[in-house]
């Protein structure tokens, strides 16, 4: 299993909720000197996306260079007046890989932009799960009643560095004439001139905190290319390692072989596991799914509960309160095998600590604990639709030639 790098003397800032990241994000852009690159799945221009694509205008208006990627499925055509206002200050924005009416029918157009990655000037970044709207808004679902649970992390030193790499690299490799929309060819053949990143200033970059205030760090991606099992293999080595506590939530839940194995024994040595999952209707597919995994980690002893305080959308863990991960992947097959991911791995105490509060708090009191007994009574049309659901699953895999 290939080992994770990690950074020594990480400022790592835990945040939850849209309203706390996107509050930080905006006081960083407002700031910024040079650049700004921004990559999210969904970005809505609602309550808490509008003053964030404010804070881009204003950045590009006064000579930043700014960057934004949003995902073709995730994100619908953006409206009229804010392209006007992205391209009136030279905001550089592209729709990754949007379907169009028969992408659906080309396994390859599948992958999906998932990663939601934000950083200024080389010196701090954003990673984490959250998309670009409002908490208490849903595009499927509308208004909400309770706010979304997801977190996210701000990062400074030379972790920051590496997630512009990553964005730098990614931009690009876009192949922005095919992608982006018919009307925009003029604006593509400019940013096509623009496409080569240039590097960080040499001084943007702070200098590394004292030991006593930074952490290790550690940046962990999942693509196509070079980095297709990183974020998998960084859960199942941390899994496999733990000795006292593992506690996982995750809004999408259908693990693979090898990391229901590593659960499975994890529990079996008299290791505690959590799993917080979704316990709302949120996609088909998603929901009765991860049902189907249900039976194998209860009978090892893995503590199931499902959250009912609203939707569930982190994707986060703490192992033996010391390793903790962030980021935009779920533990299921359109995570691990299809999406451009992104987690942040933190290995610090307080930092865990903090974490592991924050979701045992919503496990205690907006979360139910999943019977075994009444799991294994459930009735036929359950069964049904979570051995359908799964099917689907695995007819996606197999079209795109991966097993599961």
């Not at 024994?265 to 209707?281: I, M, T």
Request: proline fraction near 4%; aromatic fraction near 10%; glycine fraction near 8%.
């Amino acid at each position: 299993m290939r080992s994770t790098h990690f950074n020594h003397h990480q400022q790592v800032r835990l945040l939850q909720g849209a309203k706390e990241l996107f509050a930080a994000v905006i006081a960083e852009v407002d700031a910024s000197q040079t650049e700004v690159r921004l990559e999210t799945y969904i970005f809505n221009f609602d309550a808490e996306g509008e003053p964030l694509a404010h804070a881009l205008v204003r950045a590009a208006a006064r000579g930043v260079a700014v960057y934004l990627v949003v995902d073709g499925i995730g994100t619908p055509a953006l409206p009229a007046a804010w392209v006007q206002r992205f391209n009136a200050v030279g905001v550089q924005w592209h729709r990754f890989s949007p379907l169009g009416i028969f992408g659906v029918f080309r396994p390859g157009r599948w992958r999906r932009l998932h990663r939601k990655l934000c950083v200024i000037d080389g010196a701090v970044a954003f990673c984490g799960g959250i998309n670009v709207l409002d908490d208490l808004v849903d595009p499927y679902y509308g208004v909400l009643q309770a706010p979304r649970l997801d977190f996210a992390v701000q990062v400074r030193g030379v972790l920051a560095v590496e997630v512009q790499q990553a964005m730098e690299q990614f931009w690009a490799r876009l192949d922005l004439p095919r992608q982006v929309e018919h009307h925009q060819w003029k604006q593509a053949r400019r940013l096509l001139a623009q496409a080569a990143p240039q590097p960080a200033p040499a001084g943007s970059v702070p200098p590394a905190p004292s030991s006593g205030n930074g952490v290790w760090a550690a940046l962990v991606l999942r693509d196509n290319l070079l980095h297709r099992s990183r974020i998998e293999q960084a859960y199942r080595k941390a899994i496999a390692d733990a000795r006292s506590e593992v506690l996982i939530a995750s809004a999408y839940f259908v693990p693979g072989r090898k990391l229901r194995h590593a659960l499975v024994h994890a529990a079996q040595r008299g290791v505690r596991v959590r799993v917080l999952l979704q316990g709302r209707y949120e996609y088909f597919m998603q929901y009765h799914g991860a049902r189907t995994v249900y039976g194998v980690l209860l009978d090892a002893g893995v503590e199931i509960y499902e959250y009912t305080g609203g939707f569930l959308h982190a994707k986060v863990a703490v192992v033996d309160r010391r390793w903790a991960t962030v980021g935009s992947s779920n533990l299921d097959p359109l995570s691990l095998l299809l999406a451009r991911e992104a987690n942040v791995l933190v290995r610090d105490g307080p930092f865990a600590l903090q974490l592991q509060q924050r979701l045992l708090s919503a496990l205690q009191h907006h979360a139910v604990r999943v019977d075994a007994a009444t799991y294994a009574q459930r009735g036929r049309w359950q069964r049904g639709m979570d051995l359908l659901a799964l099917a689907v699953m695995r007819v996606v895999l197999f079209l795109i030639g991966r097993a599961y």
